[in-house]
């Protein structure tokens, strides 16, 4: 029996409505140097992710995505549970990655559920960007982490305001204290304890401005910072030194604020913001950055400096890779050889020469749903400086994504 005209065009209409992506990708990691407290030099590791939308209405959206994780070296949970506020010292093994429903209208945008934030307008450091955490697991290759929050998004294309309230806060994931990307000397034994977090809500303001031939943009944020401070305590003082940490979020307010202008053959942005401490727990500071962009052809060059100003230093030590990226150049190039292949280099270097992070990477598309990555990150630098620290983690990346 042929199906009823009315069912087909029915289904015709949903699979308009729905779509859906996402991929399966391997990576090899490979590291000529062992860490001083991390011996392992391969790290393979498997990801798949899934993301699909379904048009409800003209005015009504569901978004969502889950993925699930695998390596060798124990970097993700080996737990079968779906993990929803990413608060999991390892990477959970299976995640919801987004999951909202997005009210639009002309003029009003609402969006509920576990989201992606982004603030800011300049690349590979946003001082503004307070909604958007991030998985620092190996520090220099990093990925957003969604926060679950209300956005309400007002006005026309040349004024916007945006208004988010977050109900409990999404940490950043730091380092293992048992890896390479925690570089603890030998003489020293750390254990970790739960950590704290805050009981309370984010809230954040941001007015953008579209204006002839500039824009611009004011940001406020009320709430707790996503990167840890650590309250530490000696247990032995023999050799080894024994200590427990436990991770907290201070109480954080921002004021922000970021721009774009063109200028012929470049675009100038700047991005600045000033943080206090409501409880007077972290320093208090202004971090900036400066940069120009050219679009020439095929090539897109970018290259800034950041910086830091301290205004009050208080508070005990934390893992502040925004921070660690002040007081340095930053710059990155990208160039597409074809529909097919494309190459670009990022990285920062020290003002003072103490600190040295650049990262190399080939892309190519095999066939219709293939491509291959190799990269290799280059870190050089003093024991003291952020990125000095990570001298012995230069490494190489293999990645096969087979995407559908």
């Known amino acids: 029996m042929r199906p009823a005209p009315v069912l087909v065009f029915a289904l015709q209409l949903a699979a308009q409505d729905f779509m859906q992506r996402g991929f399966i990708e391997m990576r090899l990691a490979g590291f000529p ?19 699909a939308t379904y048009k409800i209405s003209s005015a009504w959206r569901l978004a969502g995505g889950v993925e699930a994780r695998t390596d060798s070296h124990h970097q993700t949970q080996r737990v079968w549970s779906l993990s929803w506020w990413d608060r999991e010292r390892q990477r959970p093994a299976f995640a919801v990655r987004r999951a909202s429903l997005t009210y639009e ?20 450091l946003n001082p503004t960007d307070r909604f958007a955490p991030r998985d620092f697991l190996a520090v220099v290759d990093n990925d957003f982490l969604a926060v679950t929050a209300a956005r309400l998004a007002l006005g026309a294309q040349n004024n916007t305001l945006e208004l988010v309230f977050a109900p409990a806060l999404t940490p950043s994931r730091v380092p293992l204290l048992t890896q390479r990307w925690a570089p603890l000397p030998t003489w020293v034994e750390v254990r970790e304890r739960q950590p704290q977090y805050p009981p309370g809500g984010q809230f954040g303001a941001r007015w953008n401005h579209v204006g002839r031939g500039w824009e611009a943009s004011l940001s406020l944020y009320e709430g707790y910072n996503h990167l840890p401070l650590y309250e530490v305590r000696p247990v032995s003082a023999g050799l080894p ?3 427990e940490a436990r991770r907290f979020y201070p109480k954080l307010r921002m004021y922000g604020a970021d721009a774009a202008v063109p200028l012929g053959p470049v675009t100038l942005k700047g991005e600045a913001a000033l943080f206090r401490s409501p409880a007077s727990q972290t320093d208090e500071y202004v971090l900036y950055v400066v940069q120009a962009e050219r679009q020439a052809g095929e090539w897109l060059l970018v290259g800034g400096y950041a910086g830091q100003t301290i205004t009050r230093a208080q508070g005990p030590p934390g893992f502040a890779p925004d921070r660690g990226l002040a007081k340095a150049f930053l710059g990155r190039a990208a160039y597409t050889i074809d529909a097919n292949r494309s190459v670009a280099v990022e990285g920062a270097a020290r003002q003072n020469g103490k600190g040295l992070w650049v990262k190399i990477e080939y892309s190519q598309a095999l066939a219709a749903h293939w491509r291959a990555t190799a990269a290799f990150t280059l870190i050089r630098g003093d024991q003291a400086d952020f990125l000095g620290q990570y001298r ?3 490494h190489f990346l293999l990645a096969l994504r087979y995407s559908f």
């Open 392 to 394: 012995r983690n230069s």
């Open 241 to 243: 030194v024994r200590i």
């Open 105 to 124: 209208r002309p003029g009003v945008t609402l969006e509920l559920g576990k989201q992606f934030i982004r603030w800011g307008k300049t690349d590979i």
């Open 33 to 51: 140097q062992a860490a001083v407290n991390d011996r392992g030099r391969l790290i393979a590791s498997a990801l798949l992710r899934y993301e």
